[in-house]
């Protein structure tokens, strides 16, 4: 800091000190004084002309900081396990001064990030009222806060091929664009069991934000009854065309009045019935491609179309009734002993007729 004084006589001198310290004394109207040491300072100060006249005593106070004050920032919420937000966070500066510096003038104020994206980053500064200054910078904000879209598969048909059902497979995907996958389940899961009947399917998807979605298609596994009434839809547009059609429709809904226990069980003493009005709708709709290959009838392609399509119902309708009927004897306890020779028999003779029906159909 520096000191000026003037008088008519001229000034002699001029004397300061520093916070009651030893007095320095410089010849002539100015003075220069160094002071470096961080805090408050009290300087004291007069000056004397060439008369010995001094001037009235003076002080003056001198505050010295050169420490920047600390900054800091933090983030709320923080991310998850997997470092990621699914909602805005919030950055606050906070900034700090040393004990018995200049205090804090400014600093940044709290930001909300909002926008979705990996990594971003805020800054903040400050600086205390000496000029001193400071930076922080909060990174890592990674947010989230889409929905995985999931691509379900469309609704299944599928046959039964057991009294369990069928063992239905089917893909799904999903697209987590922004923080990534966690999981995709499926809830039966591909490649399970479906019993008989419809079953909904529910897809869910969690990302590593913690969004979710779920998604649902259905499965639809037909019995016996299923096959043979669908054979029946396929046929019923076309039964003005032929007359064969029309008894053919007819056969395969006799085939559904008695002897199902349920849709892949038959009852033993009815069962039968339903072979045989099965074979006889065949035996029609066999006679229909015949004649739309010879072109009598009138039979349209749409209808042999339909018609092909029905025998392959119906044939593997009655295919499922056999197969279960003859698991549900290899599985039965043979009560009287000296009949197990027949039923084993019974059973294998039933297997070869099943596996010749098997090699016909897969021969056309």
């Given at each position: 800091m520096s000191f000026t004084a003037t008088d008519g006589t001229g000034v002699k001198e001029i004397v300061y000190s520093v916070n009651g310290g030893t007095d320095?004394?410089?010849?002539?109207?100015?003075?220069?004084?160094?002071?470096?040491?961080?805090?408050?300072?009290?300087?004291?100060?007069?000056?004397?002309?060439?008369?010995?006249n001094s001037s009235t005593p003076a002080s003056v106070s001198?505050?010295?900081?050169?420490?920047?004050?600390?900054?800091?920032?933090?983030?709320?919420?923080?991310?998850?396990?997997?470092?990621?937000?699914?909602?805005?966070?919030?950055?606050?500066?906070?900034?700090n001064d040393e004990v018995g510096g200049s205090g804090v003038d400014s600093v940044t104020d709290p930001v909300t990030v909002s926008a979705e994206g990996e990594n971003q980053s805020e800054d903040g500064n400050c600086t205390d009222k000496a000029g001193n200054g400071d930076?922080?910078?909060?990174?890592?904000?990674?947010?989230?806060?889409t929905d995985p879209v999931i691509t379900a598969p469309v609704n299944q048909v599928v046959n039964a091929t057991s009294a369990a059902g069928a063992v239905v497979s089917f893909n799904v995907s999903a697209d987590f664009t922004i923080s990534g996958s966690v999981s995709?389940?499926?809830?039966?899961?591909?490649?399970?069991?479906?019993?008989?009947?419809?079953?909904?399917?529910?897809?869910?998807?969690?990302?590593?934000?913690?969004?979710?979605s779920?998604?649902?298609?259905?499965?639809?596994?037909l019995g016996a009854q299923g096959l043979s009434a669908r054979a029946v839809a396929a046929l019923t547009p076309f039964d003005?065309?032929?007359?064969?059609?029309?008894?053919?429709?007819?056969?395969?809904?006799?085939?559904?009045?008695?002897?199902?226990?349920?849709?892949?069980?038959l009852d033993p003493k009815e069962g039968k019935k339903v072979f045989d009005h099965g074979k006889r709708a065949v035996k029609e709709l066999q006679h229909v491609l015949k004649d739309e290959a010879k072109g009598k009838d009138n039979v349209s392609s749409a209808a042999a179309a339909a018609a092909?399509?029905?025998?392959?119902?119906?044939?593997?309708?009655?295919?499922?009734?056999?197969?279960?009927?003859?698991?549900?004897?290899?599985?039965?306890t043979v009560v009287d002993p000296k009949n197990q020779a027949k039923v084993t028999k019974e059973i294998a003779k039933a297997l070869t007729v099943l596996a010749k029906g098997d090699d016909k159909r897969s021969s056309g």
């Open positions: 320095v004394v410089t010849s002539g109207a100015s003075a220069n004084a160094v002071i470096s040491d961080e805090g408050v300072h009290n300087v004291s100060y007069f000056a004397t002309d060439n008369a010995g001198v505050k010295i900081d050169k420490t920047a004050p600390v900054m800091s920032g933090s983030r709320s919420p923080g991310g998850n396990t997997y470092g990621w937000n699914n909602t805005p966070v919030l950055v606050t500066f906070v900034c930076s922080a910078t909060v990174g890592s904000i990674s947010i989230d806060n995709l389940d499926s809830s039966p899961a591909d490649g399970s069991t479906f019993a008989v009947g419809d079953t909904t399917v529910t897809h869910t998807a969690v990302d590593q934000a913690g969004n979710s779920s998604s649902t298609h259905q499965v639809t596994v003005g065309e032929s007359k064969k059609i029309d008894k053919a429709i007819k056969e395969i809904n006799k085939s559904m009045e008695k002897g199902f226990i349920d849709e892949t069980h092909r399509q029905a025998i392959g119902d119906v044939v593997t309708a009655d295919r499922l009734l056999a197969r279960v009927q003859i698991e549900t004897a290899q599985g039965a």
